[in-house]
């Protein structure tokens, strides 16, 4: 069910500010309900804190990297809590936002999501749309469960809705991501399946 006005809307997102979420937890918003997401295993937290410190190490100081902020796709009226965002730190220094407010998708470098048994098709189709419609201008994407085996995918170039490049990479092999990352993410202690 799709919010079918401004009014409702502001109801959702009010709600979803005034949250209560258990410890761990992430409220999300999709299709007019709020959705809550349960804490991450092992493996995906061991991937989140690799990815964030390569990040931290290149990203130059006014850059940022989040693992628990939300982000508004304002056209879709959806919000996502990525598994890692890289943002301009001035955006969450400004005071007009309040502390619970979630940041605009179009407003954000990247964001990485990694995929869990439960939400895995969720993150390759859902989230890719979304972030293409932000537009986010990089969407990594390691999915742990691929069926052709563990990759790590990054989009770009968002056009019209769609990403037109993506380079996907096995878990083994780096990955390099661009300015203003200027990183080689090293993928070979990243954990499979289980």
């Given at each position: 069910?799709?919010?079918?006005?401004?009014?409702?809307?502001?109801?959702?997102?009010?709600?979803?500010?005034?949250?209560?979420?258990?410890?761990?937890?992430?409220?999300?918003?999709?299709?007019?309900?709020?959705?809550?997401?349960?804490?991450?295993?092992?493996?995906?937290?061991?991937?989140?804190?690799?990815?964030?410190?390569?990040?931290?190490?290149?990203?130059?100081?006014?850059?940022?990297?989040?693992?628990?902020?939300?982000?508004?796709?304002?056209?879709?009226?959806?919000?996502?809590?990525?598994?890692?965002?890289?943002?301009?730190?001035?955006?969450?220094?400004?005071?007009?936002?309040?502390?619970?407010?979630?940041?605009?998708?179009?407003?954000?470098?990247?964001?990485?999501?990694?995929?869990?048994?439960?939400?895995?098709?969720?993150?390759?189709?859902?989230?890719?749309?979304?972030?293409?419609?932000?537009?986010?201008?990089?969407?990594?994407?390691?999915?742990?469960?691929?069926?052709?085996?563990?990759?790590?995918?990054?989009?770009?170039?968002?056009?019209?809705?769609?990403?037109?490049?993506?380079?996907r990479t096995p878990f083994g092999k780096p990955v390099s991501l661009p300015e203003p990352f200027g990183a080689e993410l090293v993928t070979d202690g990243f954990?499979?399946?289980?």
């Open positions: 069910m799709a919010v079918e006005s401004e009014r409702e809307w502001t109801y959702l997102l009010d709600t979803w500010r005034e949250l209560d979420v258990p410890e761990g937890w992430r409220a999300e918003i999709e299709e007019g309900q709020i959705v809550l997401v349960p804490p991450p295993g092992k493996g995906h937290n061991l991937i989140a804190g690799e990815v964030h410190d390569a990040l931290v190490r290149c990203l130059p100081p006014e850059i940022g990297a989040y693992q628990t902020l939300g982000v508004e796709i304002v056209q879709s009226e959806r919000i996502y809590v990525p598994d890692l965002v890289v943002v301009d730190k001035e955006l969450l220094k400004q005071p007009d936002r309040g502390d619970a407010d979630p940041v605009d998708a179009s407003e954000i470098l990247l964001a990485v999501e990694i995929t869990s048994a439960g939400n895995a098709r969720h993150d390759r189709t859902r989230k890719l749309w979304a972030y293409a419609h932000a537009p986010v201008p990089h969407y990594l994407l390691i999915d742990r469960f691929d069926e052709h085996g563990p990759t790590v995918t990054l989009f770009s170039e968002p056009v019209n809705g769609a990403y037109r490049r993506s380079l954990p499979g399946p289980r």
